[in-house]
Nanobody, 124 residues
Framework: QVHLVESGGGLVQPGTSLKLSCSASVLDDYAIGWFRQAPGKEREGISCISSRDDSTYYADSVKGRFTIARDTAKNTVDLQMDSLSPEDTGVYYC???????????????????WGQGTQVIVSS
């Protein structure tokens, strides 16, 4: 079981940037993903990354604006979010999956471990 802790959420204005960080007890062999649950909506996969080859997946809604990256020295997976819009508002969760590709993990919203989430509000 991987222990995950998210940080970096907050209230920001549209058009600005924010970086979320997921601190993991272990990164090796796990795909790590960022998921978002907007008010009244189901949880969706935003971006996922493989620990084996650093391959990534991005949802269409964030492609070109968000960047996921692993820092193996710190055991963290960061999500850099640029050009934020109110539609990006939600609770962001970090998750770890032992099997599957980043694309499969994000699309299926399947993971072995989940963090507690961090709130992101984009509003003027």
């Amino acid at each position: 079981q991987v222990h995950l802790v998210e940080s970096g959420g907050g209230l920001v204005q549209p058009g600005t940037s924010l970086k979320l960080s997921c601190s993991a007890s272990v990164l090796d062999d796990y795909a790590i993903g960022w998921f978002r649950q907007a008010p009244g909506k189901e949880r969706e996969g935003i971006s996922c990354i493989s620990s084996r080859d650093d391959s990534t997946y991005y949802a269409d809604s964030v492609k070109g604006r968000f960047t996921i990256a692993r820092d193996t020295a710190k055991n963290t997976v960061d999500l850099q979010m640029d050009s934020l819009s109110p539609e990006d508002t939600g609770v962001y969760y970090c998750a770890a999956a032992l099997y599957g590709t980043p694309r499969a993990m994000c699309i299926a919203v399947i993971a072995n471990s989940w963090g507690q989430g961090t709130q992101v509000i984009v509003s003027s």
